[in-house]
């Protein structure tokens, strides 16, 4: 059974362009999560989505967006890059929305703004 | 709001001993998740343990083993006879109502030969 792929594993790019990144969950799984995760803040919460919906959103301002299309595969968009946005985004997966089954991640996507 | 607090940055233990890793949590919900998620360097953060807040019965899994103790919102996770690939990132987190967990800020483990 294939886990939660995420393209690309890493990306550079300048500042002020936008980036897409992409995440394909467990087959079945319905709930897509995204953390970017930095050595400075720890790992946070961006948002899930569940059945094409957004179902919870954490504080990030409103460059960060994402999507879940009908195969449940989900991208993360962030425009007008920042230093700040340098990170590890990671994508992960679970069969419901509820907070008891725990996630399945991915290896993540290291994103590099210069 | 949930916080989750691991006081221990890094630690290290000799291969085959035990070690025991803290996490303190604070919430105001009943029911909720804890986990232990291990961070290789790989970077792909795996699901060690899971404990239901419900459930009085400390949860196992082979050599991990976990401490909840739930009136001193405290669950530590006990990793026995280690081995060199548990070399990690350890992260414990909390899971409510929703799928958005919180995760502690991490302790680094080191297994020395």
Redesign the interface.
């Known amino acids: 059974k294939a886990g939660v792929t995420q393209t690309p594993r890493y990306l550079i790019k300048t500042r002020g362009q936008q980036v897409t990144l992409s995440c394909s969950p467990i087959s079945g799984h319905r709930?897509v999560?995204w953390y970017q995760q930095t050595p400075g803040q720890?790992?946070q919460?961006l948002f899930?989505y569940?059945s094409e919906t957004q179902?919870?959103k954490?504080n990030f301002p409103g460059r960060f967006s994402g999507r879940q299309f009908s195969n449940s595969r989900s991208e993360m968009n962030v425009s007008t890059l920042e230093l700040g946005d340098s990170a590890?985004y990671?994508c992960?997966s679970?069969p419901?929305?509820?907070?008891?089954?725990?996630?399945?991640?991915?290896?993540?996507t290291?994103l590099t703004v210069v | 709001a949930q916080t989750v607090t691991q006081s221990q940055p890094e630690m290290s233990v000799q291969e085959a001993e035990t070690v025991t890793l803290s996490c303190t949590y604070d919430t105001s919900e009943n029911n909720y998740y804890l986990f232990w998620y291990k961070q290789p360097p790989s970077r792909q953060m795996i699901l060690v343990i899971r404990q239901e807040a419900y459930k009085q019965q400390n949860a196992t899994e082979n050599r991990f083993s976990v401490n909840f103790q739930k009136a001193a919102k405290s669950f530590s996770l006990k990793i026995s006879d280690s081995q060199l690939g548990d070399t990690a990132m350890y992260f414990c987190a909390f899971g409510g109502a929703t799928n958005k967990l919180i995760f502690g800020t991490g302790t680094l483990l080191a297994v020395q030969p």
Do not use: D
């Not at chain 1, 419901?96 to 993540?108: C, H, L, Q």
């Open positions: 709930s999560s720890g790992l919460f899930e569940f179902r919870n954490g590890l990671l992960a679970s419901v929305s509820t907070g008891g089954y725990g996630y399945t991640f991915g290896s993540g290291r």
